[in-house]
């Protein structure tokens, strides 16, 4: 019976290792030293991001990223979800509708973005 238990656990712990050690298939091959050199990337001086979305879940990590990266970031919202409260610092909140054609094309031209993240939308 202990010899049992004693094989039971072994066979746990294997499979504990194996589980608490996945690396995502995707991630697998990736040199390490991919990750580390993240924290250097810089935006060129000057480069102006647009993140649409940018009050909801996803727009706000994006442009809080984009921020960090030292873009000068704009985000965009109709506020129909989001909250305000989720544009980071730093990041100024533009409120408009993305299905206004005008509203689109004005601030296209008035901002001259160089990278635009779309993220307003829904499931
Ligand atoms: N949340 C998740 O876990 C998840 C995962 C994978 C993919 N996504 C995708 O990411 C996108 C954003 O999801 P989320 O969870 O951040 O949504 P969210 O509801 O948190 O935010 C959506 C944002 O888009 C804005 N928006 C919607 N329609 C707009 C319009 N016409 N004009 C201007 N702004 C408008 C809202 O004001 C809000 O700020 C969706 O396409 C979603 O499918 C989300």
């Known amino acids: 019976m202990r010899r049992v238990t004693f094989l039971f656990s072994l066979l746990l ?6 589980i608490l050690s996945y690396v995502s298939p995707h991630l697998r091959d990736c040199p390490s030293s991919k990750f580390k050199g993240l924290n250097s990337v810089r935006a060129p001086i000057g480069y102006k991001a647009l993140v649409t979305g940018g009050a909801g879940f996803i727009g706000s990590h994006v442009a809080k990223d984009c921020f960090n990266f030292g873009f000068e970031v704009v985000a965009v919202a109709d506020m129909s979800g989001g909250f305000r409260k989720n544009v980071p610092a730093g990041v100024r909140l533009v ?9 689109v094309s ?4 008035k901002e001259r973005f160089d990278v635009v993240y779309h993220l307003a939308a829904y499931f």
């Not at 712990?13 to 194996?18: D, E, L, P, V």
């Not at 409120?95 to 509203?103: E, P, Q, R, S, V």
């Open 13 to 18: 712990s294997f499979y504990m290792y194996r």
């Open 95 to 103: 409120l408009g509708d993305l299905k206004d054609a005008k509203f």
């Open 106 to 109: 004005d601030l296209m031209e």
